[in-house]
């Protein structure tokens, strides 16, 4: 894997500095740390900085994922400089779904040093075994249903919409420190110039008339949000590493889909009346703010508002998509996907939209992957799950 690492006479400046770890405590520190970031990729043209005031939600004891875990965050300094930062959590969804003993690290971020590796890997794991974890694994920031995974493969293109980015060099100081791949998670990219073959034309064509795709209706907002959760804890509830979104959880999200989600944008469908899969593509708001520098204010909410209106983003993601687990390995079930995607093709075209992420996806996920390729997209990003045992 290729590292952009710093060049010797830099690494050895570090030598005669201080190296300390501190817990985040306090609004200075909480600042530091959400902050970091913007000194670790300031030339680096892919990096979008994100929302400051949105980071500082996530971290709040407001996340409704606080409900059901613990948290820890420490920030490595070297002499007064922040040089790096991580995360420890432990989900009890997690351990009563698994009871594996398996706590998690996030939010990394640090400098091209082995020992600012080493030292905030060795806090975290430190934190996680006096808690009685056996095994660690990362990163989640902060949850299976929020951002995860490390980046990779994918450098050169921008990350999207609720998904990462990261230098080349952190792989490999995960490695350095001892972690080995536990799982890869998949970005694919697909053209809205794609257009349906005639073989998945054929497949929906099948079960028409049990099928009803319709758009979000917005005017019965969370009647809507029920239903998508619904499916979305059914139709996940089998996949690696699962964890439901509670109510409260999806309460939350549900926030920010509705101000982002477009009614011919989001597809419910239901078989036989009964509701049965689902996707939600949002624009890609990292377009729109990419050079607010992470401020919302003294204008950028109105930046936001006149660009997404007047100037739709380019590109979209698809961040949510579910069929019923009864659904899956089946011929309705490939309908299922292929028309709730196929459904908001022209609304994307119409929007002038080029390209659509789909993300994640399980590298062992076959059947999503096989239905996916099949519309013509390839993977274009890859972000790495590790872990390592603590005993």
């Not at 690494?11 to 000194?39: M, T, Y």
């Not at 509830?237 to 409260?248: E, L």
């Not at 989001?266 to 990292?286: C, H, Q, T």
Request: charged residues 25%; hydrophobic residues 40%.
């Amino acid at each position: 894997m290729n590292s952009d690492a710093q060049p010797p006479d830099r690494q050895s400046d570090h030598i005669n500095k201080k190296l300390r770890v501190v817990k985040v405590e306090g609004r200075p520190a909480l600042n530091d740390f959400i902050r970091l970031p913007w000194s670790l990729y300031s030339d680096d043209p892919m990096w979008v900085p994100p929302l400051l005031l949105e980071r500082r939600m996530h971290l709040s004891p407001k996340n409704p994922y606080f409900e059901h875990a613990i948290f820890c965050s420490w920030l490595a300094y070297r002499d007064d400089k922040a040089v790096g930062r991580i995360s420890a959590q432990i989900d009890r969804l997690h351990i009563d779904r698994y009871q594996d003993a398996t706590g998690f690290f996030g939010m990394i971020e640090a400098e091209d040093d082995i020992q600012t590796f080493r030292i905030l890997l060795d806090t975290a794991e430190n934190w996680l075994r006096k808690q009685g974890m056996r095994r660690i694994c990362g990163p989640f920031n902060l949850s299976i249903n929020q951002e995860l995974g490390l980046l990779v493969d994918g450098f050169d293109t921008p990350p999207s919409l609720m998904m990462g980015h990261a230098r080349p060099y952190y792989a490999d100081r995960m490695q350095d420190n001892g972690y080995q791949k536990e799982k890869d998670l998949l970005a694919y990219i697909i053209s809205t110039d794609s257009e349906l073959s005639k073989a998945v034309k054929t497949i929906t064509a099948k079960v028409k008339n049990r099928v009803l795709i319709r758009g979000l209706r917005k005017s019965q907002f969370v009647g809507e949000l029920q239903i998508i959760r619904d499916i979305f804890n059914d139709a996940w509830s089998k996949n690696w590493n699962f964890v439901p979104f509670t109510n409260a959880e999806f309460e939350h999200l549900g926030k920010d889909l509705k101000m982002l989600a477009d009614e011919e944008l989001v597809k419910i469908a239901e078989v036989d009346g009964e509701p049965a899969a689902f996707m939600v593509l949002l624009p890609n708001i990292n377009e729109v703010i990419r050079d607010l520098n992470g401020r919302l204010f003294p204008f950028g909410w109105l930046k936001i508002l006149w660009r997404l209106k007047l100037k739709y983003p380019k590109s979209a993601r698809i961040p949510l998509m579910g069929v019923r687990c009864r659904y899956h390995d089946s011929l309705m079930g490939a309908a299922l996907a292929f028309g709730v995607i196929g459904e908001a093709h022209r609304p994307a075209l119409k929007r002038g939209l080029k390209e659509v992420e789909l993300s994640w996806i399980l590298e062992d996920n076959m059947g999503m992957r096989g239905i996916i390729e099949f519309l013509g997209g390839r993977v274009y990003k890859t972000y790495r799950i590790y872990s390592k045992q603590l005993i």
